[in-house]
DNA sequence: CTGAAAGCGCTAACAT
DNA sequence: ATGTTAGCGCTTTCAG
């Protein structure tokens, strides 16, 4: 099976079997209409037998447009990149990207100013980029926004109301998650939450804010839970530790309540008997831990649809709208 | 703030600043050695103050190959995504090419043999491609191997002793976590598979079945989960109901653990008093169950880490050892 | 050690 | 409707 890896065929190629000029040929590969319909048929044909496809470096090259995409990842988030929340995210974005002939690059970014990936991105290797943002402090992205055009996932933590991004309502979603523990009639409800440097962190605690002062209720507990499970089972543990006895717990993400979850086990408190606990993300760990979580499911693939959507309005030239925002959904399984 | 989206700098630019050709500026920048001191002294500087970045497209024109590799996650498996284990592979693999200058390129592939994804591949728009590859159908990968160099991540379904893979040895990890459970004093030891045409779903099984038989203990049961957690759940209770009663079940997946742990809170049996449980993978899930699993952890990251090393080998011209195959290692935490 | 020149495969005016 | 002609930015002989 010796490897026949002809190199592809080119554009001079199918020109010269359909016995036409390579203007033509293009002209077809790229769907003018001004073409005729037999130098049509004549070079669907010579594509189709010499499998043609278009050199994508010299199409490059020669429109000045590189037909790629970047999803730039902040280094600091490749912990979080085990959060099944960027599986889905990617799987949105790549959805909606094959609907177009853009190819996805993945750039997991540090924030070093002479970063390979930076300069990448700068050096128009690129037409545009998806930043899923978690942190306050990355500078780059500055750069970045300067020389193509950048759509964001998740608000920007400095937002500079030029920026285009695509989020999930955490106010509203921390906000009701709150409101279905006091609507079920709990009263000391604690919340376990994310960092405090990160939008989805400030909001979801906004919102329990919210539900509470409206009910009258004081905040009970308010821990940081760091989004890691690790981190919501110290948090917990925290709560626990201050002899403080909530009887409902909102916790800012899935992956943190399964933590808390175990703190309680131990700690001989049951769910939701002794403690009703909401989680938030509605991830694949939701239905893995026992008993399985009520949460606010947040539609991450759509999330990564919509970025991608936007930003390839973004190239075609059109202005797609600034901000998006997309609802949150109670789910209710066992935990509350 | 206006965007000065000055297009970056040419070669030409570098050069004329410089003072020298643009083949200086070229041997420079591709760290040739027949170079001046001043000459090279010139060209640095220039570069520098014009942030001179090559121009991809017409470097790969030029050059003939495009300094990208796919990464190729089969349609089937996107439902895996979820499955924290991506996550790690990609890291990997992210981790080792920025050691390089090779960019990555996402790509969720349909088996459809008129696909984007492959006449892309087949279309020399990348240098080589990584398959995560998964199940037993894939009928294009041959069509992308037949064009670009290829390395799989786990053993490929159909070995055809020329394949490069990098797996992790699951029929050792299988037998390992087996052999635990019987050392334990376990007898009645049940286990739950991955799906029969997945590679890593049969080998762990037949180490589970090595295992037994050298201990002359008799299989207990044997049901399908298909690496999911609902699978692994309806598995669970597909046991529980034939009335058969194990003291361990080795289950070849956390995700399917996790299924399974729920299962058997709810039909009141405790974990590990009445019945030991031991996952596989070590994924985060395996920390944010009730109670944490003791799992047989495989190393995702690194996986991905020598998978790339591998296809840059081959692209290098080099020629790597064709098969790779990574330790499993026993995590011991609460559930068996 | 360095420069000139000829492409790499494709697009995009500009003619015709 | 179609062909001709310049490039796009870089690499790479080939001379010098």
Redesign the pocket.
């Given at each position: 099976m010796t490897d026949t890896a002809r190199?592809p065929a080119?554009?001079?190629e199918v020109a010269a079997l359909a016995?036409?000029?390579?203007?033509?040929v293009?002209?077809v590969?790229?769907g003018s209409?001004?073409?005729?319909e037999?130098?049509?048929a004549a070079v669907q044909h010579a594509i189709e037998t010499l499998s043609?496809v278009?050199?994508r470096a010299?199409?490059s090259?020669?429109?000045?447009q590189t037909h790629a995409i970047a999803l730039v990842v902040p280094e600091d988030t490749t912990r979080f990149f085990g959060d099944p929340y960027f599986a889905a995210i990617v799987t949105g974005i790549h959805t909606r990207l094959s609907r177009s002939d853009y190819v996805l690059n993945l750039f997991i970014a540090s924030d070093d100013p002479g970063d390979k990936t930076t300069s990448y991105l700068l050096g128009g290797n690129v037409d545009g980029a998806i930043v899923v943002s978690h942190h306050t402090s990355d500078t780059y992205v500055d750069r970045i926004a300067s020389a193509v055009p950048l759509v964001f996932g998740g608000r920007p933590v400095r937002d500079r109301d030029h920026d285009h991004y695509v989020d999930v309502d955490n106010v509203a979603g921390g906000r009701d998650a709150t409101q279905y523990l006091i609507d079920k009639g709990h009263r000391r409800i604690a919340t376990i939450t994310g960092p405090h440097d990160m939008p989805a962190g400030i909001d979801r605690l906004r919102g329990y804010r919210q539900a509470m002062s409206a009910a009258g209720l004081p905040e009970f507990a308010v821990e940081d839970g760091n989004f890691t499970s690790l981190g919501g089972a110290d948090a917990m543990q925290r709560i626990l530790d201050t002899g403080a006895r909530p009887d409902a717990i909102f916790v800012a993400s899935d992956l943190m309540a399964g933590g808390a979850l175990n703190q309680l086990a131990a700690a001989g408190l049951r769910v939701p008997e002794d403690v009703a606990i909401i989680g938030f993300d509605d991830s694949p760990i939701a239905v893995a831990t026992t008993p399985q979580l009520t949460t606010m499911r947040q539609p991450s693939l759509e999330q990564g649809q919509v970025m991608a959507g936007v930003l390839l309005e973004l190239l075609s030239g059109r202005e797609p709208r600034r901000v998006t925002i997309l609802d949150t959904e109670l789910v209710v399984r066992e935990s509350a």
């Amino acid at each position: 099976m010796t490897d026949t890896a002809r190199s592809p065929a080119t554009l001079e190629e199918v020109a010269a079997l359909a016995g036409v000029s390579r203007s033509t040929v293009s002209r077809v590969v790229n769907g003018s209409t001004a073409v005729s319909e037999e130098a049509l048929a004549a070079v669907q044909h010579a594509i189709e037998t010499l499998s043609y496809v278009p050199n994508r470096a010299a199409r490059s090259l020669a429109r000045r447009q590189t037909h790629a995409i970047a999803l730039v990842v902040p280094e600091d988030t490749t912990r979080f990149f085990g959060d099944p929340y960027f599986a889905a995210i990617v799987t949105g974005i790549h959805t909606r990207l094959s609907r177009s002939d853009y190819v996805l690059n993945l750039f997991i970014a540090s924030d070093d100013p002479g970063d390979k990936t930076t300069s990448y991105l700068l050096g128009g290797n690129v037409d545009g980029a998806i930043v899923v943002s978690h942190h306050t402090s990355d500078t780059y992205v500055d750069r970045i926004a300067s020389a193509v055009p950048l759509v964001f996932g998740g608000r920007p933590v400095r937002d500079r109301d030029h920026d285009h991004y695509v989020d999930v309502d955490n106010v509203a979603g921390g906000r009701d998650a709150t409101q279905y523990l006091i609507d079920k009639g709990h009263r000391r409800i604690a919340t376990i939450t994310g960092p405090h440097d990160m939008p989805a962190g400030i909001d979801r605690l906004r919102g329990y804010r919210q539900a509470m002062s409206a009910a009258g209720l004081p905040e009970f507990a308010v821990e940081d839970g760091n989004f890691t499970s690790l981190g919501g089972a110290d948090a917990m543990q925290r709560i626990l530790d201050t002899g403080a006895r909530p009887d409902a717990i909102f916790v800012a993400s899935d992956l943190m309540a399964g933590g808390a979850l175990n703190q309680l086990a131990a700690a001989g408190l049951r769910v939701p008997e002794d403690v009703a606990i909401i989680g938030f993300d509605d991830s694949p760990i939701a239905v893995a831990t026992t008993p399985q979580l009520t949460t606010m499911r947040q539609p991450s693939l759509e999330q990564g649809q919509v970025m991608a959507g936007v930003l390839l309005e973004l190239l075609s030239g059109r202005e797609p709208r600034r901000v998006t925002i997309l609802d949150t959904e109670l789910v209710v399984r066992e935990s509350a």
